[in-house]
């Protein structure tokens, strides 16, 4: 064959060879890219595990730039703005992320789970509650999704809905959330009580909470309400006794209570009892030894408030308390000196005791009790502190024993 005829399959052959080179250098490139993409995906979570989150968001950022189908680089990015706070852009992200086509369903998934989040943040909380529903409808065995789904419903106080996605991450896990459940129960007949009056169902709630969570004081304590609501005063007096003798440390939750159903049935002479059963328990129990002492007090009886008030300066010297309601005691008797010296003992305590609730979880703090902190959100998580507080100086000194200031 001549070269004039070899020509085209020479041609052809060129341009094979070029079409070949082109395509390996295009490769090779894109390779780099990937290559570098991760490099700099890697090196933001590298910079997240030492908690530089601005370099993390730089290199996030690089990375998504570098490899635009690198979706794990945008999750990761958009999660990172949000714990930041800048939410809009992390809802952005995320949004984005969950419409792309041909996404995988692990990845899909995530996306619309950190867009829940999003919204959490934001308070966005009917679009977290889709984005979380669309979440479990992509994999319906993410329990996140299930507990992220329940806490938003807790905040939309749809407690029906938040009752059965606990029942349905519980089945998922394995395991029984019994107080909560009973927490989620009782929330149900308080809405149902109050808001519809309908009393019946509420009353059915709570025994079922009380079923899923017999050691559940606050169970006991609404369903003595829902009682008295329908004027039954004999039930609400039970259901209430019988929380005192089962929660003793908390019985004090129920003493007001329980005093005003005696009252209303001529018997508040009763409440000695209930006092006298959680002392007889603790017997330094100051709650209970002041609501005794301001028993005797109002039926006159100033002997004994004077020894109930005495015994809590004794188990707790530090307390006000005490002093106050003996001091009150001695003046009601004409007693002055005597009361001029408690209330000079009162003047001198080196510190003050003030008894807080706080919440485990979270540190927040109250003079009252919370089922759910209102900070944090978390059932269950109060308990008592007595909080030593130190009187500031100026208070306590007078004016001539004060260090002079330095001029
Ligand atoms: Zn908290």
């Known amino acids: 064959m001549s070269f004039m005829g070899m020509l085209p399959y020479l041609v052809a052959l060129f341009l094979v060879a070029l079409v070949f080179v082109i395509y390996r250098a295009r490769r090779k490139v894109k390779a780099t890219e990937e290559s570098s993409a991760e490099t700099s995906y890697l090196r933001g979570l590298d910079f997240l595990i030492y908690d530089k989150r601005d370099l993390a968001i730089r290199e996030l950022t690089s990375a998504t730039l570098k490899n635009t189908d690198d979706v794990s680089a945008y999750i990761s990015l958009g999660n990172l703005h949000r714990e930041q706070g800048n939410i809009d852009r992390a809802i952005r992200i995320h949004e984005s992320v969950s419409i792309r086509p041909n996404l995988s369903r692990d990845a899909k998934v995530r996306a619309l789970y950190s867009l829940g989040l999003d919204y959490v943040r934001g308070g966005l909380l009917d679009r977290a509650r889709s984005a979380f529903r669309s979440a479990i409808k992509e994999d319906p065995t993410r329990i996140e999704s299930y507990e992220s789904l329940e806490r938003v419903y807790e905040e939309l106080k749809d407690w029906k809905r938040a009752y059965h996605c606990q029942l349905a991450v519980d089945k998922a896990a394995k395991k029984k959330s019994s107080r909560l459940l009973a927490y989620l129960l009782t929330e149900m007949a308080l809405a149902e009580a109050l808001q519809n009056s309908r009393t019946k169902e509420a009353i059915e709630l709570l025994q079922k909470a009380k079923q ?10 609404y369903l003595g309400d829902v009682y008295i609501s329908q004027g039954d005063f004999k039930k609400a007096e039970q259901a209430w006794e019988h929380a005192v003798e089962q929660f003793p440390k908390l019985a004090f939750l129920l003493f007001d209570r329980l005093r005003q159903v005696y009252l209303k049935q001529d018997a508040v002479q009763n409440i000695k009892a209930i006092y006298n059963v959680v002392l007889a328990k603790n017997p330094d129990d100051i709650n209970a030894r002041k609501s005794l002492g301001d028993y005797y007090f109002d039926t006159g009886q100033l002997d004994k408030a004077e020894e109930e008030y005495s015994k809590i300066i004794e188990i707790s010297s530090g307390s006000t308390l005490g002093y106050q309601k003996l001091g009150m005691v001695l003046l009601k008797e004409g007693r002055k000196d005597e009361a001029l010296d408690v209330y000079q003992r009162l003047a001198s305590l080196p510190e003050l005791k003030v008894v807080y609730y706080y919440c485990g979880k979270c540190g927040f703090k109250d003079t009252t009790i919370h089922w759910r902190c209102p900070q944090c959100h ?19 000194r007078k004016r001539a024993d004060a260090p002079k200031e330095a001029h």
């Open 378 to 396: 978390e059932w269950d998580t109060f308990v008592q502190e007595i909080e030593r507080r130190r009187v500031p100086a100026g208070q306590k």
């Open 212 to 221: 899923t969570d017999p050691t559940c004081i606050s169970v006991l304590m």
